[in-house]
């Protein structure tokens, strides 16, 4: 007789915790040291370990690099270690980031093991556009169980674009750290402006890395005309090691991720000049969660971030320089225009209950 609950199993790319800066591995790691429903995690071996989480580790030594070779299965390594953990008196849940390729390697050997019945696939998807083709794709969707998607518009964007899909969707929305990532009191503000040497200044601030994706050529662009019209706002520059010398920018280079905070919450307004589609867009959320106005292109998720104008401005047409150049100059000229922002939304809080439901009702629907 089968198990009653299913067990949890998170398959990961990367080690966990992830010693580096990563947005869905800082999630992972939030909601492992909180109240989660993990029970095993199949990945390399990390520099340490969660406590209360079971590894199955995935070697990658020159033996296991041949092996993957001559197998012609780079997906090897963790469909041993994943089998090492199954039982066939048990029923999992089988939890999948980001990682397309190992789909349907892994639906053959749970096939050929008699196991797939009692596991239960569960794709988490961190971009916004489909990424299959419409009926070449068709299998990936007959394969899974169920696709957690980022927004509700990705879902539609899914929807309309595949003439058959045959699984089960849910909404995840990304969260932050609001310990680390809230906002100052006037006063405060003020204070950490004349720290940076911007007292008076209407600061904005873009934060990434220097991508063509990523717009800060266009923004750059968009900027010294704005700034040719006043010289009461100031632009800093934060993630990226390339430095110009334009007048009203400070570029700060790549700075600690701890450090991050203190930029946003002096700064008055964060732009987010992408030219792609997002999945979400987490740097957003910080900086609303630290006082920003936004101004942000719209596209991929993040019209729906931005509940479609309600916490910030939407650029229509992003690739336009004099958008952008309109649109900084609206804002020099009212700096202290409210937007009614939800301080509950978008929290790692919220995404930890978030992702408890979705397990919950992947238990629910597997126990049938």
């Given amino acids: 007789m089968l198990a009653n609950i299913p067990k949890v199993i998170l398959i990961s790319q990367l080690p966990l915790p992830y010693p580096k800066i990563g947005s869905w591995t800082t999630l992972y790691k939030n909601y492992l040291d909180d109240d989660h429903q993990i029970n095993y995690i199949v990945c390399e071996t990390p520099e340490k370990q969660f406590e209360g989480v079971e590894y199955a580790f995935v070697e990658n030594t020159l033996r296991a690099k041949i092996i993957r070779k001559w197998k012609k299965n780079r997906y090897i390594g963790y469909l041993n270690a994943l089998e090492s953990l199954l039982q066939s008196d048990q029923k999992y849940i089988i939890q999948i980031v980001d990682n397309y390729g190992i789909v349907k390697p892994l639906a053959e050997m749970l096939t050929i093991k008699g196991l797939r019945q009692n596991c239960y696939l569960q794709f988490c998807y961190h971009g916004f556009p489909p990424f299959h083709e419409n009926f070449s794709g068709r299998w990936f969707f007959e394969t899974i169980d169920e696709m957690v998607l980022l927004t509700h518009d990705s879902y539609k964007v899914h929807k309309n674009y595949y003439t058959i899909l045959p699984t089960r969707f849910s909404v995840l929305y990304n969260g932050i750290d609001t310990s680390r990532f809230y906002s100052l009191s006037n006063e405060d503000k003020l204070k950490k402006k004349e720290e940076f040497g911007a007292e008076g200044k209407t600061v904005f601030v873009w934060c990434s890395q220097d991508r063509p994706k990523k717009g800060l050529h266009l923004l750059l662009d968009a900027w010294k005309r704005a700034y040719q019209k006043r010289q009461d706002i100031e632009l800093w520059v934060v993630g990226t090691e390339k430095q110009y010398t334009m ?122």
């Fill in 247 to 368: 007048a009203g920018v400070r570029f700060f280079g790549r700075i600690p991720n701890d450090e991050l905070p203190k930029y946003l919450q002096t700064s008055d307004c964060y732009l987010f000049p992408t030219l792609w589609h997002e999945g979400f867009g987490l740097s957003l959320i910080e900086a609303l969660h630290c006082g920003n106005y936004c101004i942000a292109s719209a596209l991929g998720g993040v019209p729906e971030v931005l509940q479609y104008g309600k916490f910030g401005k939407l650029i229509e047409s992003p690739h336009f320089v004099s958008e952008w150049e309109q649109a900084i100059l609206d804002f020099a000229e009212n700096p202290s225009q409210s937007f009614d922002f939800d301080r509950a939304l978008y929290t790692t809080d919220s995404w930890n209950k978030g992702m408890n439901t979705i397990i919950t009702a992947a238990q629910k629907s597997l126990s049938k």
